[in-house]
């Protein structure tokens, strides 16, 4: 399976760095990585920089090569930023479109609404296909930009808080939808959550960020230790087996004050 790997990424913003020399050497295919980290401490900023959206000094490379950007964004990646676009007066199915037709070569229009309503279908979201865009509400029009990325087939999906305005029932839904996705297509998948326990039960490799620095690279079970969780989040938290099994951390207070 390729990989993407960053290597001595430095981002700045003017004269600010806010990524520091991170080496990622192996985020895979087919495995949803989480990316986690308190707030300010880069997630979005590096999402944008493997996007080409924030220019960075380093390497970033997939399978290999340096991910190409010619004018702008490379059509390997499909990014969804936490912060969604306004909305244009579009119908849901239209906008999945008009993403599937920036990518798709080889399939008539009527191919083409095949796959984009068998997506929204398993989103759970056909029922929307022919209102505005601009009538959804928040937790719909998440669901809808998570189809327009997915449409495009990307080899590299980056979401950014994918989950910020789901219910419960949706979360699950679409981890559980993302890894399949993730495993079938053999795609790299970076989703930035701040829910620890979603990453815990729904991703395969999480990565830590503190301060524009990458502190903890692996699985799950292994990076999320109340060590971990003290030195980053500055909380007191236990890893314990829920009854069927599943690591789950419980705060149990804070050990220093939000920095
Ligand atoms: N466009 C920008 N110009 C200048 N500084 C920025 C810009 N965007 C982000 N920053 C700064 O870069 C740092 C990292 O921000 P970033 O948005 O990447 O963090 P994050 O981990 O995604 O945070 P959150 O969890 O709150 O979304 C912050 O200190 C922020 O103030």
Do not use: K, M
């Given at each position: 399976m390729p990989s993407l790997s960053l290597h001595q990424l430095h981002v700045r913003y003017g004269r600010r760095?806010?990524?520091?020399?991170?080496?990622?050497?192996r985020i895979e295919a087919g495995k949803v990585t989480a990316l986690l980290g308190p707030n300010g401490s880069g997630k979005s900023t590096l999402l944008k920089a493997v996007a080409g959206l924030a220019s960075a000094d380093g390497r970033i490379e997939f399978d290999g090569h340096a991910l190409r950007r010619q004018n702008g964004p490379s059509r390997q990646v499909a990014y969804l930023p936490q912060t969604l676009p306004p909305a244009v007066r579009l119908r849901v199915l239209e906008s999945v479109l008009v993403a599937r037709q920036a990518t798709a070569t080889g399939l008539g229009q009527s191919g083409r609404e095949q796959d984009v309503l068998a997506l929204l279908e398993r989103l759970g979201i056909a029922h929307l296909a022919l209102c505005f865009l601009d009538q959804l509400s928040g937790g719909q029009r998440q669901l809808v930009g998570i189809a327009q990325a997915l449409v495009r087939e990307p080899a590299i999906l980056l979401l950014d808080e994918p989950l910020s305005a789901l219910d419960l029932n949706h979360q699950f839904h679409v981890m559980e939808l993302l890894r399949q996705e993730t495993r079938r297509r053999g795609m790299v998948t970076v989703v930035v959550l701040h829910d620890i326990n979603v990453a815990l039960r729904h991703t395969d490799h999480v990565l830590v960020l503190q301060a524009g620095r990458l502190v903890a690279d692996g699985v799950p079970a292994a990076v999320v230790t109340p060590a971990i969780l003290a030195e980053v989040y500055g909380v007191q938290g236990r890893v314990e087996a829920c009854s069927h099994g599943q690591a789950m951390v419980m705060v149990d207070g804070l050990v220093a004050a939000p920095v």
């Open positions: 760095e806010v990524i520091h020399d991170l080496n990622a050497p």
